[in-house]
């Protein structure tokens, strides 16, 4: 792979810049996530930093909400922003020249958002619309009643919030929400593609250097709920959920778990999709990914099939599951390895994929990576380290949601299945 450029910087007010020179690409992009994510909301009012998310967007500095759109467009940038649990997230990609334009504009849209009064119900419009969203999407039920149990609160929410709590939130919580959690302490800057980087920490400084720091708020956390549960609706079909414990980025067996889930799931030879799906045909659809948060980490895997067929599904995934504590092939683990340094290289073209993925780095490990040392990390893997660490983590102390007519049994399968506390 190509040598790259990483560089970081650290502002006194505890914003830092960090940054991938890719000269060889005519575009850049940033993405800036900024430590005010749902686990700040008040819990009768769940969805306040997604509410703001869209908000800060109807107008900032000089310009109204048309102007602002308008000015996007004249970048020729493409933007996006969500609300994450511990942080919110603003992206945006666009030629090359027009990054520190792009930030300036950025810069308006954090610290001197409008919030136009006028404009509120029509901001409140959009979640709702997006809690409707996933309404119909049951899978998606299934899955979020997974994390809010696997975590608990508030490192299990879902930062949409409800229809009830995104109904109660003011104009006022908006602004109060914004001049509390909206600061440069632990705010991540990350540009890649082709840029001066020295003229970017200028730029950086210029716009966010004299944003004063505030005291981190501290947040009340509530233990998992660890039981099985089922979510009745009447349907043909079952949505089933398993959870059991991952690891985080930082943890120094991430990768050889993430080697272990991606035999488990990844592409069409996977052993869910051949065992489950394949072989016996139970299912639609079947997967497992890992999830975390900063500190906690799981792998949740997700069926959708017939109710008819349900508890015969799941009771195939907790045996792959089981399985798995077995070991792996060596033609397995060199079958995954291609699709991740494919995955790597795609990542080299593109500098929206690096500037999130170095945003990311930052969060979680407080230093970047160069692609070149996940493709050594990834390479450097043996089947038999990913075995040991089997041995020592076998899959094990399943939790389980399900959505559909008649709840599901996790019956056993030679080792206990105690759910995770």
């Not at 502002?11 to 800036?32: C, E, K, R």
């Not at 995955?343 to 593109?350: A, D, T």
């Amino acid at each position: 792979m190509t040598q790259q450029q990483l560089s970081h910087y650290s502002f006194d007010n505890g914003l830092t810049l960090v940054g991938h020179h890719m000269p060889w690409l005519q575009s850049a992009a940033y993405a800036i996530s900024i430590s005010a994510g749902s686990r700040y909301d008040h819990s009768e009012k769940v969805g306040t930093a997604n509410f703001l998310c869209e908000m800060v967007q109807r107008g900032c500095g000089d310009m109204d909400s048309r102007q602002y759109v308008e000015a996007l467009q004249m970048l020729g940038m493409d933007s996006s922003s969500s609300a994450g649990n511990y942080q919110t997230h603003y992206g945006g990609a666009m030629i090359a020249n027009e990054l520190i334009p792009s930030l300036r504009i950025a810069a308006d849209m954090l610290r001197r958002p409008i919030l136009p009064a006028e404009q509120l119900e029509d901001g409140r419009m959009v979640c709702l619309q997006e809690i409707a969203a996933t309404a119909d999407d049951l899978a998606q039920q299934a899955m979020n009643e997974m994390r809010a149990r696997f975590y608990g609160d508030p490192d299990g929410r879902n930062s949409d919030g409800t229809i009830e709590s995104i109904n109660r939130i003011t104009l006022d919580d908006l602004r109060e929400f914004h001049q509390s959690h909206y600061r440069p302490d632990g705010m991540i800057i990350a540009v890649a593609g082709s840029f001066d980087w020295e003229s970017i920490v200028d730029e950086v400084g210029q716009l966010f250097g004299d944003w004063k720091s505030k005291p981190v708020p501290e947040v009340e956390t509530t233990p998992p709920v660890t039981a099985a549960h089922h979510m009745p609706f009447d349907s043909e079909q079952t949505h089933i959920v398993v959870g059991f414990k991952g690891f985080t980025t930082s943890h120094p067996d991430f990768y050889l778990n993430r080697c272990a889930i991606g035999v488990l799931s990844d592409g069409m030879s996977s052993r869910l999709f051949t065992e489950v799906r394949e072989k016996r045909g139970l299912c639609y659809t079947v997967y497992a990914s890992n999830h975390m948060t900063k500190k906690q980490a799981g792998v949740f895997c997700y069926s959708g099939t017939s109710a008819a067929r349900a508890q015969e599904t799941l009771d195939v995934i907790v045996e792959q599951l089981v399985h798995l504590g077995n070991g792996i092939s060596k033609a397995e683990l060199d079958r995954l390895k291609i699709q991740i340094r494919s995955g790597l290289i795609s990542q080299q073209e593109s500098c929206r994929s690096r500037a999130n993925s170095i945003n990311s780095d930052w969060f979680h490990l407080g230093r970047l990576r160069t692609l070149d040392e996940l493709n050594q990390t990834i390479s450097s893997i043996t089947v038999d380290q990913v075995n040991e660490f089997l041995g020592r983590h076998r899959p094990s102390g399943f939790s389980l949601v399900t959505l559909g007519s008649a709840p599901l049994e996790l019956k056993e399968h030679g080792i206990p299945t105690t759910p995770i506390g």
